[in-house]
């Protein structure tokens, strides 16, 4: 399996006056000196003008929070643009809509909160299906049910498992910072038109309501032909976009073509970034948000004493397995952090295949770990670790995945006086820091970009070997 | 004189071209092959068989893209006119036609269907109604007739589990979006004529901008209904349209789009709320440049 740390060093996209002739837009790409090129967005802000800036023709939506200042941008400045913009009746009129203008050869988004994404699971089925390429953006909210408003990443399962039914899979790609999701907005693109097929953004309520200084650029992928897409059988045969197969040979053979490119993109897309792994003793593995938070306990654990290391799926599906398999060769325990009851901790022992211990440490509802907790997590398992080591020639006995200490706090309170960080940011010491400035070049792509290469003062890039 | 001279050949009735040479899976007696042939008669002889993109829908007429050498769409089940509103909005040049049963259009699609005609989208809705699940073997529809056995209401539909048949055509009707609604019958000669006419002024309505146009076509079900092809067209005429009556129930064609913010029949009472009034009235149109231009004026 090749690996391709997501390419964040793209060379910013030439700016292009958005505005109509004789109209300012309510959104300036300008850089100049009073207006630098580097602003303060709000997440669902920053990830919207990133989709219109990559050429979205068509954007469909339906209120829902944590996700709804997306939308609320979509209306002002899709018009703007001169492009398609339909607040639906529901989230399945939104995501049809797509899947029509999508399947009429345009670049589309969609994008809606946990309950919303649900709704559109049917269509997703149908997308994957028929082969239709689309971005649909899901800024978790905390379920079950209608859950909460606040943040969360118990939708993994949803996202990666398949939403609707059948045998299908979509690209899932989940974003740590705003920057990070901006450009990924465009990756997204990028992978559902090569590969004909939906592709997911899994962000969550901090990311898609919290502000943090993003620079303005933003790439607008290529199109690639679409030689299948409905534009009236003018001087060709008719074309048809349906998931129908009714005969089973058919189906099945329908079938084995969509399992070959879900091979294809495992073997070519996945994305992940790492740091601090070179010479980590422990990993915390976490994704998302919950990735902001390990990176400030890997930091303190470190500081403490602690050799960790943070591994960051960037991909969701297609999922590292290799490069933790490759990692837990030579540590001693992962601990897996998430705002879910455990989603992703499946998959990562799923990938170390019972070599280390694998903890995991989460909240839910809306509550987020603090780092302190997380690094409370890794002296546990550094003690379980230890043990487990003592005990390498018992642990072979017995097969099977070795799990660590299960951390799903309850109802702890938000700890305000452990430490005097707390008090700054949820985010972390270093939350001001994009994460894409740690994550290890080169690129698949090559690019050689203004951010090649550079690293923030967390220091050591892991990442692969 | 000798023999009669045998008279130059002339021709009366052909395949229209937009119709495959195919044999369909339609049972013997069902009236969706009718209604396919006044589809592709009025397209072909308005001449937008290249520019359309028709939505195929859930239930008998699913195969509706090998019948109709058009470029198709597959829907989800009731979703036909959402994803006809997304074709339509990015590809302002094509014409856009559904085509669903009432199974599809007025149960599982309800919510599409009145908010695509509540917007006005530019699309032709083809609505063919049979008062019955026939795809699935021949459960209750919510347009199956009071007293009327099916599978799945074994004794008669009875309203007081069941409710009452939904006339759809007449709940659209009532908004200002749709330009056209109305309900014809494939039972005789005389019915069909005047549902392909009613095809044309819907396909028309789109054509002129007019807003978004519906055609209920009552049609049967021998097999579902339990019935012969002939008893099932005496029943399709002499008592389906009690429940359902023929004819147009609104035409709102000739006013375009470019007429401004006024409720397009005039209807809007005066008391009404007149941002919510232009809102409803004025769904954004097809083309996204006229839309921008018309709300800039």
């Known amino acids: 399996m090749t690996t391709a740390p997501v390419d964040t060093t793209a060379p910013a996209s030439p700016t292009s006056p958005v505005a109509a002739p004789g109209e300012a837009p309510s959104f300036s790409l300008a850089g100049t000196p009073e207006f630098p090129r580097r602003v303060l967005m709000k997440g669902n802000e920053a990830i919207a003008e990133a989709a219109i800036q990559a050429g979205c023709d068509a954007y469909f939506g339906y209120p829902i929070t944590p996700q709804a200042e997306l939308l609320e941008w979509m209306a002002r400045r899709m018009p703007e643009e001169g492009r398609t913009f339909i607040q639906a009746e529901s989230e399945l009129g939104a995501i049809n809509m797509a899947l029509g203008a999508a399947a009429a050869g345009a670049r589309v988004l969609v994008s809606s909160s946990s309950p919303g994404i649900s709704l559109m699971a049917e269509a997703m089925s149908y997308m994957a299906g028929s082969e239709v390429p689309m ?222 211990p694998v903890a995991f440490d989460g909240r839910t509802g809306g509550m987020v770990p603090s780092p302190d907790e997380v690094v409370e997590a890794l002296r546990e398992l550094d003690a379980t670790g230890l043990s487990a080591r003592r005990s390498r020639r018992a642990r072979r006995r017995q097969p099977g995945p070795v799990s660590g200490a299960e951390h799903l706090h309850p109802h702890r309170p938000l700890p305000e006086a452990e430490s005097g960080h707390e008090a700054l940011s949820i985010f972390g010491d270093d939350a001001w820091m994009p994460l894409w400035y740690t994550v290890p070049v080169p690129t698949r792509h090559g690019h050689d970009g203004p951010g090649r290469g550079r690293r923030g003062p967390a220091g050591r890039a892991g990442g692969k070997r | ?83 006809a509103t997304g074709i339509r909005r990015v590809r302002p040049d094509a014409f856009v036609l559904t085509y669903q049963g009432d199974g599809d259009l007025a149960a599982i699609g309800t919510g599409e269907i009145i908010h695509a005609a509540a917007r006005g989208e530019l699309i032709t809705a083809i609505f063919v109604n049979n008062g019955i699940y026939g795809m699935t073997g021949g459960q209750m529809a919510p347009t199956t007739l009071l007293g009327q056995r099916t599978t799945s209401s074994p004794t008669g539909r009875d309203a007081r589990d069941a409710g009452y048949p939904v006339p759809m055509t007449e709940m659209l009707a009532v908004l200002p979006g749709v330009a056209f609604a109305g ?74 789009r470019a007429q401004g913010p006024e409720a397009p029949d005039g209807t809007a009472p005066a008391d009404a709320d007149p941002a919510g009034a232009s809102s409803s009235a004025t769904p954004a149109a097809g083309s996204g440049d006229a839309a921008h231009a018309a709300k800039e004026a």
């Not at chain 1, 199109?223 to 534009?231: D, I, S």
């Not at chain 1, 060709?236 to 070959?260: A, C, G, T």
């Not at chain 2, 099932?232 to 375009?256: A, E, F, K, N, Q």
């Open chain 1, 135 to 356: 971005v649909l953006i899901n800024v978790m909210r905390g379920g079950p049910g209608l859950g909460s408003i606040q943040p969360s990443q118990s939708d993994y399962f949803q996202a990666v498992k398949g939403h609707g039914h059948g045998d299908y899979r979509v690209p899932v790609l989940a974003p740590s910072s705003i920057g990070e999701a901006m450009e990924l907005v465009a990756t997204a693109f990028e992978l559902a038109e090569r590969y004909r097929t939906p592709a997911m953004i899994l962000a969550d309520g901090i990311l898609g309501q919290a502000m943090e200084p993003v620079e303005l650029r933003f790439r607008t992928p290529e199109r690639v032909e679409a030689p299948w897409a409905l534009t009236g059988a003018d001087g060709r045969p008719p074309r048809v976009i349906r998931s129908l197969h009714l005969q089973p040979e058919d189906l099945e053979e329908h079938n084995l073509h969509l399992q070959e490119k879900y091979h294809a993109i495992s073997e070519r897309e996945v994305r992940w970034a790492g740091e601090r792994l070179d010479d980590a003793e422990l990993v915390v593995v976490a994704y998302g948000i919950a990735a902001r938070v390990a990176r400030t306990a890997v930091a303190r654990a470190r500081a403490s004493g602690i050799r960790a290391g943070l591994f960051r799926p960037i991909s969701l599906w297609p999922f590292p397995s290799e490069q933790l398999a490759e990692l837990a060769g030579r540590v001693r325990g992962m601990l897996v952090v998430e705002l879910s009851a455990g989603q992703m901790v499946e998959d990562v022992r799923l990938a170390v295949e019972g070599r280390v």
């Open chain 2, 1 to 83: 004189m000798s023999a009669l001279a045998p008279a130059a050949p002339r021709v009366i009735y052909r395949r229209p071209e937009l119709l495959t040479d195919v044999s369909t899976r339609y049972c013997p007696g069902c009236g969706h092959g009718v209604v396919h042939r006044l589809v592709a008669e009025v397209l072909g002889e308005l001449g937008l068989g290249p520019r359309t993109i028709a939505v195929a829908p859930v239930g008998c007429s699913v195969f509706a893209y090998e019948y109709l050498a058009l470029d198709w769409c597959e829907a989800p089940h009731g979703r036909a006119p959402a994803v």
């Open chain 2, 183 to 256: 309900r014809g019958s494939t039972a005789d000669p005389s019915s069909i004529g005047k549902t392909k006419s009613m095809i044309r002024k819907a396909c028309e309505a789109q054509l002129h901008g007019d807003g978004f146009a519906i055609v209920e076509v009552l049609s049967n079900c021998p097999v579902g209904w339990g019935m012969t092809a002939p008893e099932s067209i005496v029943h399709l005429r002499d008592v389906v349209t009690r429940t359902y009556p023929l004819g147009v129930l609104v035409d709102r064609t000739g006013r375009g």
